[in-house]
C-alpha cells in the first residue's frame, strides 16, 4: 500500500457505505482520503471493498484492484487504507434488545470531516439553527460542563440544555441531559436522556464521517433509540431535518479545514468541547483535514 502523510488517519478504520444500501443497491466508487475505492457484494454475499487507481463502469469484475480490509459494523461496512487495528469502538447500547437502530441519514457535506464533528460538538449553536426543536431563545446559555479523557477518548457527562422539542414523538419543552462521546478523530457519539425521568440515556445518534477529501465529506448518521412509537421513517425524516438545518452552516465555514491552532478562532466558555476536541487532534498527531498548530497542545480544557 501507499504511504501516507498521515498514519494516524490511514490506518483507522473508517466508514465507507450502509450495508442496507449496498445490498439494495450494488457496487459503488467513492473516494475514502482522496483515494479511489470501489465497495460492494461479492459473490458470496460478503461486502468487500477494493482500492483502485482507475474510473470503473460498476459491473466490470473486479479483475487486478487492490484488496482492502473490511469490517461490519452498526449496519456500515468499514474499511482501511494502512494497518487497522483488529477492532473498532464498540457502542453497547447498540446491543440492547429493546433499542430501534436505524441508519438514520447520508449526506455530502462541502467540508473536512473534523468541520462537521466539531459542528456536532457544538451545544451553543441549538436555539439560533435549531430553533423550536433542539433550543429556544432566550434558554441560550449553556451551563458549565467538564470534559474527560478515558482510554484515549473524549468524554463529557455533564450537560443540561432546555430543548422545545427532544425527541421525535415528544411534545413540550425538557430539561434535556446529554453526554457526549469521542472515540475517534471522525466519529462522534450523543446520548440523550429527554427527560428528567429517564433512567437511561433513551436516544443514541453517532455521527460517523466518510472523509473523502480534505474537504469533503459524507457523514452518515446512525440512530439507536428508545422508543417504540416511532417508525424508521420518522426517525430519518427527524435526522435530515436536523441536519439539513446544520449543512449550509457548516459548508459556510472557513477555511474548510479545521484550525487546530486555539489564535485562530476565538473560543467562548461553551466551546469547551470543540476546544478540547481540538487538543486531542493535535496531540494525536493528526494532520488531514484539519490546519495543524504551531504548538503541540492547548493546555487545560
Known amino acids: 500500500m501507499s504511504s501516507s502523510p498521515d498514519p494516524v488517519i490511514w490506518d483507522l478504520w473508517h466508514p465507507v457505505a ?15 482520503l482522496d483515494q479511489k475505492i470501489v465497495v460492494g457484494v461479492g459473490q458470496d454475499g460478503a461486502p468487500e471493498a477494493y482500492r483502485t487507481n482507475r474510473e470503473m463502469p460498476i459491473n466490470e469484475p473486479w479483475v487486478g484492484e487492490e484488496p482492502l480490509p473490511v469490517k461490519q459494523h452498526l449496519g456500515f461496512l468499514w474499511t ?14 447498540a446491543e440492547e434488545t429493546d433499542r430501534t437502530n436505524v441508519h438514520a441519514a447520508t449526506v455530502g ?4 470531516a473534523p468541520r462537521a464533528i466539531e459542528n456536532f460538538l457544538d451545544i451553543a449553536h441549538f436555539p439560533y439553527v435549531h430553533t423550536d426543536i433542539l433550543g429556544v431563545e432566550p434558554h441560550t446559555e449553556v451551563v458549565d460542563y467538564d470534559v474527560d479523557y478515558e482510554n484515549g477518548e473524549i468524554w463529557t457527562r455533564n450537560v443540561f440544555y432546555y430543548q422545545p422539542q427532544a425527541a421525535v414523538q415528544q411534545s413540550g419543552g425538557v430539561l434535556a441531559h446529554y453526554w ?8 462522534a457519539v450523543l446520548y440523550k436522556a429527554s427527560g428528567a425521568e429517564s433512567e437511561r440515556m433513551d436516544i443514541v445518534i453517532a ?78 498527531g493528526v494532520t488531514y483535514g484539519v490546519i495543524p498548530s504551531q504548538h503541540s497542545s492547548f493546555g487545560a480544557a
Open 18 to 32: 450502509s450495508l442496507r444500501d449496498l445490498q439494495r443497491n450494488g457496487r459503488e466508487q467513492t473516494l475514502l
Open 80 to 93: 482501511s487504507l494502512g494497518s487497522p487495528t483488529d477492532e473498532i469502538f464498540s457502542i453497547p447500547e
Open 109 to 112: 457535506v462541502a467540508c473536512s
Open 180 to 187: 457526549y462521546r469521542v472515540p475517534h478523530p471522525y466519529v
Open 207 to 284: 455521527l460517523l464521517v466518510q472523509a473523502m477529501t480534505e474537504t469533503s465529506s459524507r457523514v452518515r448518521m446512525f440512530n439507536s433509540n428508545l422508543d417504540d412509537q416511532s417508525s424508521t421513517t420518522q426517525i430519518r425524516h427527524w435526522n435530515n431535518e436536523i441536519f439539513g438545518q446544520d449543512k449550509p452552516i457548516i459548508e459556510n465555514q472557513h477555511p474548510k479545514r479545521l484550525p487546530l491552532d486555539p489564535r485562530v478562532e476565538t473560543p467562548i466558555r461553551a466551546d469547551k468541547l470543540a476546544i478540547a476536541y481540538r487538543r486531542w487532534l493535535s496531540d494525536l
